[in-house]
């Protein structure tokens, strides 16, 4: 959904990061300040951090830009801008990913890319919420088509890499990853990858490549989280990435890597995808339903399994699926 011309002009005005006061607001938006306190308490509720200072005015705690498709579009290089066959730009949708899938069943093609500003039902992993506060991060998925299902093994995986690889092309570096989906910095959650697939009927798929980073969490958003996690602000300052320049170059990255993925597969990627695993050598616990796994990890192999050694000397392979992973200690 877009939202309606208050809610936008005053995004926009607020997005200049200065003190607006609220005879300002009231003057430039056309109505009462009354009206004006009510449309920023509605702002904050979507995530936006909004200070109030008597004599001074309303201005947001974190720079915020929004999403812009025209600076998007113009930082791509011109072969990816090939493989983008729609861009969509929305204020709020339930998910990026579930809108992908819905145009998926609509026969859309490959190379529609979705984004939002805010998400209302942020998709996790199993069925984990995934927290969008309003113009804070990144929300992206991309719908591709394959001519077998069996082709896509291991590709969250190789997109683990297109988005190391973007990060360090804006500048953010020592991002890791865990198995299957995590991007992590010093540990902590930065980002999460979540691949969903819908067969068709001549034996094909589609795939939804959904991606979610942080680039600034709000307090208030933070204490929801019930895990470890850090956003680029953390990580890089003020030299974090904007979210328009961030999108571009990861787009520059994934598109290209969805488009040959059918003929290279992971094993294209895996050394590198090795290289960045944080938990080679560490001992883990993998839990399927009740059952529970010890061992240390070996390998990942060119499917994408995961590879322990268990204290019983075996090796033991995994599929991301269900599963859930946690380092012992």
Not at 143 to 155: Q, T
Not at 309 to 324: I, L, M, Y
Request: aromatic share 6%; net charge neutral; glycine share 10%.
């Amino acid at each position: 959904m877009q939202y309606d011309e208050l809610t936008k002009t005053l995004l926009h005005v607020l997005s200049d990061n200065g003190f607006h006061s609220g005879t300002e607001l009231a003057g430039r938006l056309g109505i009462s300040r009354t009206a004006v306190w009510k449309a920023v308490r509605a702002l904050e509720l979507r995530g936006i951090e909004i200070a109030a200072l008597p004599g001074r005015g309303y201005r947001v705690v974190q720079p915020l830009e929004l999403l812009n498709e025209t600076a998007i579009r113009a930082a791509l290089k011109p072969e990816v801008a090939c493989l983008l066959s729609a861009l969509h730009v929305y204020d709020e949708l339930d998910s990026t990913n579930t809108h992908l899938m819905r145009l998926a069943a609509e026969r859309a093609p490959s190379g529609v890319v979705c984004l939002a500003e805010t998400q209302t039902a942020g998709k996790g992993r199993i069925g984990r919420t995934w927290l969008s506060p309003l113009g804070a991060n990144v929300y992206l998925s991309v719908l591709w088509r394959y001519d077998d299902h069996a082709l896509i093994a291991g590709l969250s995986l190789a997109v683990g890499v297109a988005v190391i690889r973007a990060l360090e092309k804006c500048g953010v570096v020592g991002v890791g990853l865990k198995w299957p989906n995590d991007l992590l910095w010093e540990g902590r959650k930065l980002g999460g990858i979540l691949l969903e697939a819908s067969g068709e009927a001549h034996g094909g798929c589609a795939v939804v490549v959904g991606l979610g980073i942080n680039r600034y969490i709000p307090s208030a958003v933070g204490r929801e989280i019930d895990q470890a996690w850090v956003d680029l602000s953390t990580v890089a300052g003020e030299s974090a990435p904007s979210r328009n320049r961030l999108i571009a170059s990861i787009l520059n990255e994934l598109l290209p890597l969805l488009n040959d993925y059918q003929h290279t597969g992971l094993r294209h990627y895996l050394p590198e995808w090795r290289r960045y695993h944080h938990l080679n050598g560490r001992e883990v616990i993998v839990r399927q339903g009740d059952i529970e796994t010890v061992g240390t990890v070996a390998d990942i192999t060119e499917e994408g399994l995961l590879v322990l050694t268990c204290k019983d000397g075996k090796r033991r392979e995994f599929a991301s699926g269900d599963v859930q992973l946690r380092v012992v200690g």
